[in-house]
């Protein structure tokens, strides 16, 4: 679920025309720090406009792209989220406790794949770093 979380590339697919622009589904060019041990980056991308992201107060239309800048802290088990925009700045605080195994921990089916492969990898011995 963390691994989940921190993903940058699933907007454009996930999140058409709410978060994600289907028209530039790039990935952003993202560079992972371990800062006081937690992984950290940021990165910024152009969203579809509307009110989670403009300044009412200053723009009524919400047309076209807006900027919004992601900033992420992670753990092992809990990952901070501030996103930042004309709007303001919001913050998602996602804390992950497995119930028993991670089969039991899947709630998406999209994410069988990866843990597919991170199960079958482990199995021959790779580990990520
Ligand atoms: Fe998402």
Redesign the pocket.
Same mark, same amino acid.
């Given at each position: 679920m963390v691994e989940a979380t921190l993903d940058t590339y +699933?907007?454009a697919f996930? +999140?058409a025309s709410t978060i994600g622009d289907p028209g530039n589904p790039r990935a952003p060019n993202v560079r992972t720090q371990i800062v006081d041990g937690k992984l950290t980056f940021s990165y910024t991308i152009d969203q579809p406009a509307n009110e989670t992201i403009i300044n009412v107060a200053e723009e009524r239309d919400a047309d076209g792209l807006r900027p919004v800048t992601y900033t992420l802290l992670a753990t092992p088990n809990v990952v901070h989220l501030k996103k930042d925009s004309a709007a303001g700045v919001f913050v998602i605080y996602f804390a992950y406790a497995p119930v028993t195994d991670l089969d039991a921990e899947l709630q998406v089916h999209m994410d069988r794949p990866t843990v597919g492969y991170r199960k079958w990898t482990a199995e021959m011995g790779i580990r990520f770093l």
């Open positions: +699933h907007f996930i +999140h």
